[in-house]
């Protein structure tokens, strides 16, 4: 399910953003597709699913990353390969973000038993941090809030993530109280 659209621009930041936002768009819509299944269970698949496609993809973008030195901020590359790299690893991270996010105790249940995972994801989150470019506004924020759901950073005093059943039942009770 994770694509790259990023791989198609060209190095003018501004072509870099709009075809970024477009893509967030579109995952952000069949995220809220998914979330509105009835059925548990095929939320859940769905869910595995595009979250082990997310890692697979992250550990081989990665992998040219670190391979080829390439740092956020460097002149955006000629190389295809690369490009197609830092793409992968711009959309999924902040896919995953809104998965997490929007379903977060599923998410919970997969990506907590996958100490791998957080290494990947704690990686990725701060190439994109460092992507200045690319990372700002609603997508900066993204990444904070993901950080703090899956718990890289510690999280604010005032943070809730309404779509937690964890977050809304603790929730309950203190106004019950």
Avoid at 43 to 51: G, L, T
Avoid at 77 to 98: H, L, M, Q, V, W
Avoid at 139 to 161: F, G, T
Wanted: hydrophobic letters at 40%.
């Amino acid at each position: 399910m994770p694509l790259t659209y990023l791989y198609y621009c060209r190095t003018n930041g501004l072509a870099d953003r709009k075809l970024f936002a477009l893509r967030r768009r579109q995952q952000t819509d069949a995220l809220i597709a998914i979330s509105k299944f009835k059925a548990y269970t095929k939320q859940y698949k769905m869910a595995e699913a595009m979250i082990q496609k997310i890692f697979e993809v992250l550990f081989e973008s990665k992998a040219v990353i670190i391979d080829t030195g390439y740092i956020p901020e460097m002149a955006f590359p000629k190389d295809e390969k690369i490009r197609d790299a830092i793409s992968k690893i711009y959309e999924n991270t902040a896919f995953f973000g809104e998965i997490a996010l929007r379903l977060p105790d599923i998410t919970h249940k997969i990506y907590d038993r996958k100490t791998e995972w957080r290494y990947a994801i704690h990686w990725s989150v701060g190439f994109c941090n460092d992507s200045v470019s690319i990372f700002h506004g609603p997508h900066k924020k993204l990444l904070n809030l993901m950080s703090q759901e899956l718990k890289l950073i510690p999280r604010d005093a005032n943070y809730v993530n309404p779509y937690s059943k964890k977050e809304n039942d603790r929730e309950k009770m203190v106004i019950s109280s």
